[in-house]
């Protein structure tokens, strides 16, 4: 079965720190990368997604992330965190099962930015 | 309008009870999910809808009842939960379920099974 490795479980940063949360994953085709975001009292959102073509992706609010192919990897980055970047993160993966596509989630990170 | 709307948001039932969970979007998505997800744990895939038709079932006890009446909704019919079925449940959709497109989430529905 496909798994999600999310590497960093809990992450506590000050304002104006970098921020790096791994993610990898064991299938070994063709996948569907993606990383949502869930703010504190709100519902999950997109944060980026990568299908194809260029393996660095931009995402909302300055978030980016690195597809390496090699080391089944797909790390969001932000340069600079803000407070209301905390929120719990997941990386999900979709895979061809049939004709469809099984969404696989990560166990997600919680992020804790300290103003 | 990108809203997956999901009723309702508490839900208290016993054991022997039949409830049903509701969840409508209006984006013309053609595929519709339903997660579980238990506190401080990843959504996990119950059921898959394309086109109106079941296409993935995550090995669910057929104590979970999906439905598709058409392509906006999609409901959950619970009947003989146990209390380890209290969760949030998630639905989400999505263009289509070829993995090429982002889902979007609804805020849940939390269960609670007394």
């Known amino acids: 079965a496909q798994s999600v490795s999310q590497h960093n479980h809990h992450v506590i940063l000050s304002e104006a720190a970098s921020l790096e949360l791994g993610c990898n994953y064991s299938?070994?085709?063709?996948?569907?990368l993606f990383w949502y975001v869930q703010y504190p009292g709100q519902h999950l959102q997109l944060l980026l997604k990568?299908?194809?073509?260029?393996?660095l992706v931009k995402g909302i609010k300055g978030f980016e992330a690195e597809f390496i192919k090699s080391k089944f990897s797909f790390n969001l980055r932000k340069p600079s965190v803000q407070w209301s970047d905390t929120a719990e993160y997941f990386c999900?993966?979709?895979?061809?099962?049939?004709?469809?596509?099984?969404?696989?989630f990560g166990r997600g990170t919680s992020l804790i930015v300290h103003p | 309008d990108t809203e997956v709307t999901q009723t309702p948001k508490h839900l208290v039932m016993g054991m022997t009870n039949k409830k049903s969970l509701k969840c409508e979007q209006h984006?013309?998505?053609?595929?519709m999910y339903w997660y579980k997800q238990k506190a401080k744990k990843p959504p996990e895939l119950m059921f898959v809808?394309?086109?109106?038709?079941?296409?993935i079932n995550e090995s669910v006890p057929s104590r979970f009842s999906p439905e598709c009446p058409n392509s906006s909704l999609l409901n959950l019919h619970l009947h003989a939960l146990q209390p380890e079925d209290s969760a949030l449940y998630l639905c989400?959709?999505?263009?289509?379920?070829?993995?090429?497109?982002?889902?979007?989430f609804g805020p849940g529905t939390r269960l609670t099974v007394t």
């Open positions: 809808y394309s086109y109106e038709k079941l296409s």
């Open positions: 989400a959709s999505s263009q289509d379920d070829r993995g090429s497109y982002e889902q979007y």
């Open positions: 990568y299908f194809s073509g260029d393996p």
């Open positions: 299938y070994g085709g063709t996948v569907n």
């Open positions: 999900a993966v979709a895979t061809p099962s049939g004709g469809s596509y099984i969404p696989t």
């Open positions: 984006m013309g998505h053609r595929a």
